[in-house]
């Protein structure tokens, strides 16, 4: 028996790279066909989601918007006779309004609309919790802390991981470790380092045991760059060491973010010439990254400086 019958359409989400939107919106584009001519008219609107979001991810704003404006009106049709008491007939709508309303929401964050975005992600939060899709439920709630104002991020984080922690849904309790990050960023933040150090701690066996070996070198980087934030500089710039081996060996290139970390460790060991060549290379690699050119320019300058690389 054929195992995958060649008129099922594909799992979409297993096919994100949240790293290469370009390369998933690729993807998702060779399925939009089949999508199209499948009859499966809630499957194509929650594609489209998420080809608005990997549009989205490349700051391509305007046909992210443009894209969820045109299955808008499907969307409302179909919604209006869906909610928590729906038929199971009607429930893959719930999913696509809660979807819609993430994506609609990020864009409008992404481009430094928080205003608008807050009251998208609280209604996804609402109706997610209400309808039990606790997974996207999860993603309000942590879209909730990357929105409000600094004194609820935190409330925000602890809801998206009560649910995360208590849900029986396997893919929303794979949340708990993005969530053990974000909320050790958030301590970060309000330079409780040793609280921030706790939970990136946590998250460091959660993405063991999720597997995910890309994500588990950022575990990592996020510890020791707390350690080099509460002076333990020789242990910080040790894991930062071992993970510059690691990415190499990995096959998937190198890492910005690591070079600046081993150049800030040896900066502060008072070792500038050999921290500057590290400078230099994490600026060649994070000028390249288009969120942090925007959002942090100064930055992208001090390291170009202390790099050597002159104006």
Same mark, same amino acid.
Not at 94 to 104: I, P, T
Not at 233 to 250: C, G
């Given at each position: ?55 989205? =991810? ?17 969307? /409302? ?64 709630? /942590? ?162 400086? =202390? ?5």
């Amino acid at each position: 028996m054929n195992a995958n019958p060649p008129n099922k359409l594909p799992d979409f989400d297993a096919l994100w790279d949240y790293n290469n939107p370009a390369e998933t919106e690729a993807k998702f584009r060779e399925i939009l066909l089949s999508a199209e001519t499948s009859g499966d008219a809630a499957y194509l609107a929650e594609l489209k989601t998420q080809i608005a979001r990997t549009l989205g =991810l490349q700051q391509k704003f305007d046909e992210a918007h443009k894209l969820l404006d045109e299955m808008e009106g499907v969307l /409302h049709r179909e919604r209006a006779g869906s909610g928590p008491s729906a038929s199971p007939s009607l429930m893959p709508w719930v999913k696509v309004q809660v979807r819609y309303l993430l994506e609609r929401g990020r864009l409008l964050n992404s481009s430094k609309q928080k205003d608008k975005a807050l009251p998208l992600f609280e209604e996804a939060w609402t109706i997610g919790l209400e309808s039990g899709v606790d997974f996207f439920a999860v993603d309000a709630a /942590h879209m909730m802390a990357i929105a409000s104002p600094p004194e609820l991020v935190m409330e925000w984080n602890q809801k998206a991981l009560a649910l995360a922690e208590k849900s029986a849904e396997p893919k929303a309790r794979r949340w708990r470790a993005s969530l053990y990050n974000n909320i050790g960023w958030d301590f970060f933040a309000q330079e409780k380092y040793d609280s921030a150090l706790a939970m990136f701690e946590k998250a460091v066996p959660a993405r063991i045991e999720q597997q995910q070996p890309t994500e588990l070198r950022f575990a990592k980087w996020c510890v020791a760059k707390t350690q080099r934030m509460l002076g333990k500089i020789e242990l910080a710039l040790k894991t930062q060491l071992a993970l510059e081996v690691e990415w190499r060996e990995s096959g998937e290139g190198e890492d910005g973010y690591v070079f600046e970390e081993i150049a800030e460790c040896l900066l502060t060991q008072g070792e500038l010439d050999d921290a500057k060549p590290y400078f230099a290379k994490a600026y060649a690699l994070l000028a390249t990254d288009i969120w942090l050119a925007r959002d942090e320019p100064e930055r992208l300058a001090r390291l170009k400086k =202390l790099g050597g690389l002159g104006e």
